[in-house]
């Protein structure tokens, strides 16, 4: 089983930072791609940001310029690094990653973390 173990949530004044970060464990070799979901109340869960295995990233529109996704294979761990952030980003993110199998993909996520955006 895939373990994503997520930490760096809070509350933030807007315009503030922070930095989520995401460590994976379990059985980690199919994984081909990792990810931040967000999912504000009254909102579907919607797509942050992902990174695959060859490094590629893909952000939402509503995020580009102000959110960046990185990682560190060595601990298998991704981050997200949220700036200039707006009170529309507060939302329970998600750490996701996706496991390629002859079977087709799995998706695993998170517990999730709160993110507030509030004066």
Known sequence: QVQLVESGGGLVQPGGSLRLSCA???????????????????????????????????????????????????????????NSLKPEDTAVYYCNAVESSPYGDNNYWGQGTQVTVSS
């Open 24 to 82: 994976a464990s379990g059985r980690l070799f199919t994984i081909n791609a990792r990810g931040w979901y967000r999912q504000a109340p009254g909102k579907e869960r919607e797509l942050v940001a992902t990174i695959t295995r060859s490094g590629t990233t893909n952000y939402a529109d509503s995020v580009k310029g102000r959110f960046t996704i990185s990682r560190d294979s060595a601990k298998n761990t991704v981050y997200l690094q949220l």
